[in-house]
């Protein structure tokens, strides 16, 4: 059972290092998509290695470290990479950053992840972001929990308001963001053609292999939650598609630079009605 112990830990550590105060919205970034961010002033920057029950593998494509500062008005903190179901095993991997954000004070999490796409019509470059979820994988980081708490609701799991600014400010930059449903798939592996023609009759738009455990955590301790997906790949077998870590890591990159206007927009409208 996870006592919270790790994250109260942090918490010490973090004010050990000069934390002044709480911040308003955590942000996590996936593969090749570590620089979403304008400069955060102020920063008090981490390495997940100083943080007991952060990820402390290493994933090619993952910056790893805890940044908390200001951007204008607003404060955040930046988690730097997130730790996989498939490199533990575990699908609580993210428990204690999640757990972490909470204690810092935050109310939501904007969650980033690369993604393939069901939808031949959903191009690569292209950016979704999560109006539901399929986890139809048997993982669900509740699993060893105890207590009523772990009958999370996941009707509206993904915020109306969050995804509203987000796509506000996506159409503010004159970038497209495409409202889809994210099928989890744990991975390591990519999918078989079969898999992806099965999650498109399932009615999902997009496959990938992270956010939804950090989803489920998340809204276990009542996190609005946002998740915005860069289209690195064609799901496998669609138009031949073979698809690759290392475009993964190429096009959320590419893919990266629309995401950090859309973030600075969001940013700075985030106090606004
Ligand atoms: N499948 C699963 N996860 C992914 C993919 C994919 O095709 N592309 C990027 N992340």
């Given amino acids: ?105 935050a109310h939501s999490v904007v969650l980033t992840s690369s993604v393939g796409s069901v ?28 207590g009523d708490a772990r009958f999370v609701p996941m009707n509206d799991a993904y915020d109306a308001t969050l995804r509203h600014r987000l796509k506000r400010a996506a159409a503010s930059q004159g970038v497209a963001l495409h409202d889809s449903v994210y ?15 099965v999650a498109g009759m399932l009615g999902a738009d997009i496959v990938g292999m992270s956010v939804v455990p950090e989803t489920v955590i998340a809204r276990r301790y009542g996190l609005k939650v946002a998740a915005m997906c860069a289209v690195t790949n064609l799901g496998a077998g669609l138009e031949g598609m073979v698809p690759s870590h290392n475009e993964t890591k190429r096009m959320g990159a590419t893919v990266a630079i629309s995401l950090r206007r859309i973030f600075d927009t969001f940013i700075r409208t985030l106090d606004e009605p």
């Fill in 1 to 105: 059972m996870y006592s919270g112990q790790d994250s109260e830990a942090v918490m010490e550590l973090l004010r050990n290092r000069g934390l002044e105060a709480s911040v308003d919205i955590g942000i996590v970034t996936g593969t090749g998509l570590a620089n979403i961010l304008k400069e955060i002033e102020n920063a008090l920057d981490v390495p997940y290695d100083d943080l007991p029950g952060f990820p402390h593998g290493f994933v090619s494509g993952h910056a790893r470290r805890l940044v908390i500062g200001n951007i204008g008005r607003l404060r955040v903190a930046l988690l730097q990479g997130r730790s996989h179901y498939y490199e533990t095993g575990d699908p609580q991997a993210m428990r204690t950053p999640i757990e972490v954000l909470l204690r810092l004070g």
């Fill in 183 to 197: 099928m989890f798939m744990p991975g390591p592996s990519f999918e078989t053609p079969a898999e992806i023609r």
């Fill in 119 to 146: 939808k031949p019509a959903m191009r690569p470059g292209a950016l979704a972001i999560v109006t539901d979820h399929i986890n139809l994988s048997g993982v669900n980081p509740l699993h060893n929990e105890q």
